[in-house]
């Protein structure tokens, strides 16, 4: 199985800040790297696929770059809506895993 | 719009079944494989496996066979997890997905919280 790393685990950052997270494949997936937030006790929500392409309805200070094995997701300008859990996932071969995971909170 | 449904929580004691629904709507069921995931409190997501949801053909991922069954009812366009002999460590947060295309899932079901207590 493909094995995704994330870093850092957790951080703590204020609002209007620039965040930037990263996750790391264990063998070269080309750009089937998706991101997904998760608010607690909700379901995870697509922010991007293939790498970079920003999911529809997603604010545009998400990003996301990176191939092959190291990719990042990047948050522009740091909302009260975004403090919660992000994870990394693979679909470039079954099983498609998932990242640990990155929670933000707040400073 | 697209909406999965999951049903409710459940309760279980070790040893026992429990059968979890997704019922879907607003889009063409049969158009897109269903796919189940699990989240053990305070972990990440593991996938679970999918249904093809035009030949009923499920896929199991490493892990999740024997106790657990995959089906579907085309007439009400729900798919099913049914999870046999269940144990503690089955206690988790049951999702059923959609895909965009392959893998990445752009649709989620509530989740279903499955508690297995003795």
């Known amino acids: 199985d493909i094995q995704l790393t994330q870093s850092p685990s957790s951080l703590s950052a204020s609002v209007g800040d620039r965040v930037t997270i990263t996750c790391r494949a264990s063998?070269?997936?080309?750009?089937?790297l998706n991101w997904y937030q998760q608010r607690p006790g909700k379901a995870p929500k697509l922010l991007i696929y293939a790498a970079f392409v920003l999911q529809s309805g997603v604010p545009s200070r998400f990003s996301g770059s990176g191939s092959e094995t190291d990719f990042t997701l990047t948050i522009s300008s740091l909302q009260p809506e975004d403090f919660a859990t992000y994870f990394c996932?693979?679909?470039?071969?079954?099983?498609?895993?998932f990242g640990p995971g990155t929670k933000v909170d707040i400073k | 719009q697209v909406q999965l449904v999951q049903s409710g929580s459940e309760l279980k004691k070790p040893g026992a079944s429990v059968k979890v629904s997704c019922k879907a709507s607003?889009?063409?069921?049969?158009?897109?494989?269903m796919n189940w995931l699990r989240q053990a409190p305070g972990q990440g997501l593991e996938w679970m496996g999918w249904?093809?949801?035009?030949?009923?053909?499920?896929t199991y991922a490493q892990g999740f066979t024997g106790r657990f069954v995959f089906s579907l009812d085309t007439s009400v366009s729900t798919a099913y997890l049914q999870i046999n002999s269940l144990k503690t460590e089955d206690t988790a947060v049951y999702y059923c997905a959609r895909p965009r295309a392959e893998g990445e899932y752009d649709e989620w079901g509530q989740g279903t919280l499955v508690t297995v207590s003795p």
């Open positions: 996932q693979q679909s470039y071969t079954s099983p498609f895993t």
């Open positions: 249904i093809n949801t035009k030949t009923g053909n499920p």
């Open positions: 063998l070269r997936i080309s750009s089937y």
């Open positions: 607003g889009y063409s069921f049969s158009s897109y494989g």
